[in-house]
Every structure is written in C-alpha cells, then in structure tokens.
C-alpha cells in the first residue's frame, strides 16, 4: 500500500482542517488506518485509528471529542476532520496501514506511511 497525505496548511486556534490520505493497491480496503503526528522535537504520538471497515474507532486523549476518524474504501481514503484546532496541534500528521484488520495505537504496528502533511495552528 502507497499512501498519500494532503489537507494540511496554516489555521488560527479554534478552526478546522481535514487532512486525507489516499492509499493504492487492493489491500486498503482489508487494512487497519492510523493517523500519528510529530512535533518540532517531539516523539511521533498516536492520534487516531480506524478498523478496516469504520466500524471501530480509537483517540488519543489530547484530541478525543474534536477529531473523527473515518474512511471510504470505495475511495481508498481515510480522513481526519480536526476540529477545535489548539496551536499544541501543530505537527507534522502521517497516515499509516497495517496489514490487519485490526486498529493499532503502536507506531511499530503499522507496515506503511505516508511521507506526512504539515499543519499549523496559530494562537
């Protein structure tokens, strides 16, 4: 599985991003999704994951209640709607698979990522 991130860019506090990521090759559809983010000097840190058909959805804490999680697999696409935006949101944010259709908050579990899509929450 190739993915692509995009949806990135600038936002002030209290606005919204949706980030996408399009995944290639037939094994999207049966492959857990994550999204994880990094931080200028920061760890990679779990955001948010999605079991292979949407039916089952997992938060980091520090964004649970203002980002959803979802995927449309007819599109290959897993999506990110962050709501609320906190200037301690900025990060680099990666789309990840796994092959299991199972969701994952471990980074180690994932066997595909994205190159990363930028965003920034100014105060």
């Known amino acids: 599985v190739q993915l692509q991130a995009s949806g990135g860019g600038l936002v002030q506090a209290g606005g919204s991003l949706r980030l996408s990521c399009v995944g290639s090759?037939?094994?999207?559809?049966?492959?857990?999704m994550g999204w994880f983010r990094q931080a200028p000097g920061k760890e990679r840190e779990f955001v948010a994951t999605?079991?292979?058909?949407?039916?089952?959805?997992d938060y980091a804490d520090s964004v649970k209640g203002r980002f959803t999680i979802s995927r449309d697999n007819r599109k290959t696409t897993v999506y990110l709607q962050m709501n609320s935006l906190k200037p301690e949101d900025t990060a680099v944010y990666y789309c990840?698979?796994?092959?299991?259709?199972?969701?994952?908050?471990?980074?180690?579990?994932?066997?595909?990522w994205g190159q990363g899509t930028l965003v920034t929450v100014s105060s």
């Open positions: 090759g037939r094994t999207f559809s049966t492959s857990a």
């Open positions: 990840a698979a796994r092959r299991s259709l199972v969701y994952s908050r471990y980074a180690p579990d994932y066997d595909y």
């Open positions: 999605i079991n292979w058909n949407g039916g089952s959805t």
